[in-house]
Every structure is written in structure tokens, then in C-alpha cells.
């Protein structure tokens, strides 16, 4: 630890940072409060060198899901390790590290089996719109990178962290195979990262519902080979007429509503799959209908912990560069306008430099 900082600390007695936290429906602040310190053997103090906004962060923003009281903001993370717990074995201070929205031992029957996310241990993480953040269950939960990153490389990395690992599962949920026909319903980060998910595993034809131009434009070049702007029925009709009435082998929901989950699961041709990653709200599906329909349903909160290390890799090596969904930087102070420009989708995704 730098020994001028150290004194500085000392000087001021308790250590601070400042952070967003969210009192209320569009009430977004970036204000002091305590900084992060371990608290258990098994953590991690990470100084991040990037943060950015969820699609899910909306939710709460718009008062859709109360909170309950001020809520530190952020579960998107990647920086470098300051600190470390005691009992903390395959990290060290100095490296730069990735970690998901929930937290892992990485060791237990779940963990095991790919559903970090369902980990004996999990807890979602929140406070990581802020410049240093504690990650509990360090060893299990973050992965470093073989070197510090290049600067340019440090948004797409960002992206493992909750947004392409999500878009990654839906793809993976929905059983993409390759020369198969894959459908995206969602043209937010997660599902533009599922159209390259998609294409990264080998899905001969994806095709991405979206009407909005500079979304169907980064569709494409994440590798959709046909853009639907219809919604509802009429987006199904139009699934099902492109693929000669049979419907798509995979179908990836990105969105979270009734309307998506039933457009995803009737553009889905009988024996296919839809994978399902944004969180619900509302949807109420009838078991009848359901049961007629032959589809299989998978989905829920996405292991990121599981994709990690490959998705790290494809990353590193350049074959991809999720980072482009990042059409917004600004300075962390600034989080309150992030807020607003992805409210009002004026920005896909929003990247906060602390
Ligand atoms: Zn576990």
C-alpha cells in the first residue's frame, strides 16, 4: 500500500469514497459513505478501473422494484486487486481480475455442476459503481487476467463481468448449436451480446428483433443475419414466416416482460429451446398452453462464473470485442445522467470511469 496514502487515511480517521446509491424512483446520488474494508478472511478489496449501468439497475431506477432504503448501486465490475482476506490462496494485490453479479465458493454441489449463480454461498453483489469495491468469496468468485490489460481492452473485459456472460447463458440455455437458427428478443446489451454469443457458437442464421436503427446496426455487427421490428404476434408471424413456418431451433429472451416471453416462446419451433435472462416481471405463463407448445424453457440468474475463463480468452486473443455495446463513457460523478440517457434509451449501455 502507497505510504502517503496510508497517512492520508490515518489523517482523515474514517476512509470514504463516493459511490452511487439510489433512494428512490429517479433519485440517483452520488454521495460519501464508508469505504469498503474486508470484513471476512475470504474477501477481496478491488480498486476498478471500470463500472457501468445493468439494464436490470432500471428497475429500481424506474420504481418498478421498490427499495426498501439507499441503495449503493452496481454489480458490473473489473479492476485490480488492492487487498486480500487472509484465507484469500489464488490472488494476489496488483492483479487484474473479473468478477460476476454473484458470488461463488466455486467448490460446492452447484458450483460444481455450472450454477455458480446458485451457490450454497451466493450473494448478489451491489456498491460497484464506485472506485473500490469488496468482493466476499474472492478465490471462488473472480478470475484474473494473464496480464494487466492494454487500457482499449478494459470495456470489453467489463463486458464478462454480468452483460455478455448473460447474453452468453441465454445463448447456451437456448441450446444454440451450430448451423441452427437462433432468434434474439431483446435489442438491449444482453441481448446484443446474445446475438454475438450466438454467432459465436455457431448459429448458422440469427436473427435480432429490434427497431431501432443504431441498435440493428450493432446487431449486425455482432453478426445478425436478418433484423424483425415487429413485436408481439406479428413478430411471430414474421419468425415464423423466415424460417418456412417452422419456427427458430433457439430462441434467447432478453427483456423480462409477458410480451417478450410470449414471443419467445411461440417463435420456438416445436422441440426447441428458449433461454430465458431477463429477470421477470410479470410474466405469468399458463401451463396449458405451454404444455402444447413443446418448447423447453431454461433460464434464470446466468453462472457468469462458469464462462469466465473462456470468455476472457475469446477477449483476450481479440476474436471479440463485446466492448462496442458501450456507446456512453462518462466519469463516475457523472452516474446520474448514465441513468437518465439509459432510461430514456438515449445510450445502449453506459461505462463509468471512476
Ligand atoms: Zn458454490
Given at each position: 500500500m502507497n505510504t502517503q496514502r496510508t497517512m492520508n487515511r490515518q489523517t482523515m480517521g474514517r476512509q470514504t469514497i463516493r459511490g452511487a446509491v439510489l433512494y428512490g424512483p429517479r433519485d440517483i446520488r452520488f454521495e460519501e459513505r464508508e469505504a469498503p474494508r474486508i470484513v471476512e478472511p475470504t474477501d477481496a478489496i478491488l480498486r476498478l478501473s471500470a463500472t457501468c449501468i445493468c439494464g436490470s439497475d432500471l428497475w429500481p431506477y424506474r420504481g418498478i422494484s421498490p427499495v426498501a432504503e439507499p441503495t449503493p448501486m452496481g454489480h458490473e465490475y473489473c479492476g485490480i486487486v488492492e487487498e486480500v482476506g487472509k484465507a484469500v490462496k489464488s490472488l494476489r494485490p496488483g492483479q487484474f481480475v473479473i468478477g460476476s453479479f454473484a458470488t461463488s465458493d466455486n467448490t460446492c454441489a452447484h458450483c460444481g455442476y455450472g450454477y455458480q449463480s446458485s451457490c450454497v454461498h451466493r450473494e448478489f453483489m451491489s456498491g460497484a459503481q464506485a472506485p473500490v469495491l469488496r468482493v466476499p468469496l474472492a478465490d471462488g468468485t473472480l478470475v484474473a487476467t494473464?496480464?494487466?490489460?492494454?487500457?482499449?481492452?478494459i470495456p470489453s473485459l467489463l463486458t464478462v463481468s454480468d452483460v455478455l456472460g448473460t447474453g452468453w447463458f441465454a445463448a447456451v440455455a437456448a441450446d444454440v448449436q451450430p448451423g441452427k437458427t437462433a432468434v434474439v428478443v431483446g435489442d438491449g446489451a444482453v441481448g446484443l451480446l446474445g446475438v454475438l454469443a450466438a454467432k459465436q457458437l455457431g448459429a448458422e442464421r440469427v436473427i435480432a428483433m429490434s427497431r431501432h436503427p443504431a441498435r440493428q446496426q450493432l446487431a449486425r455487427e455482432f453478426g445478425a443475419t436478418d433484423i424483425v421490428t415487429e413485436r408481439g404476434d406479428a413478430g411471430v408471424a414474421r419468425i415464423k414466416e423466415l424460417t418456412k413456418g417452422v419456427g427458430a431451433d433457439a430462441v434467447l429472451e432478453c427483456v423480462g416482460t409477458q410480451e417478450s416471453m410470449l414471443q419467445a416462446i411461440h417463435a420456438t419451433r416445436p422441440g426447441g429451446s428458449v433461454g430465458y435472462v431477463g429477470v421477470p416481471h410479470g410474466v405469468e405463463l399458463n401451463g396449458e398452453d405451454l404444455f402444447y407448445t413443446h418448447v423447453r424453457l431454461h433460464g434464470g440468474p446466468a453462472p457468469v462464473r462458469r464462462f469466465l475463463p473462456e470468455l476472457i480468452e475469446l477477449v483476450w486473443s481479440g476474436k471479440i470485442n463485446p466492448g462496442r455495446v458501450f456507446d456512453l463513457t462518462l466519469p463516475l460523478d457523472q452516474v446520474a445522467e448514465g441513468y437518465r440517457a439509459m432510461d430514456e434509451r438515449r445510450a445502449i449501455k453506459v461505462l463509468l470511469r471512476p
Open positions: 494473464p496480464e494487466l490489460p492494454p487500457a482499449d481492452m
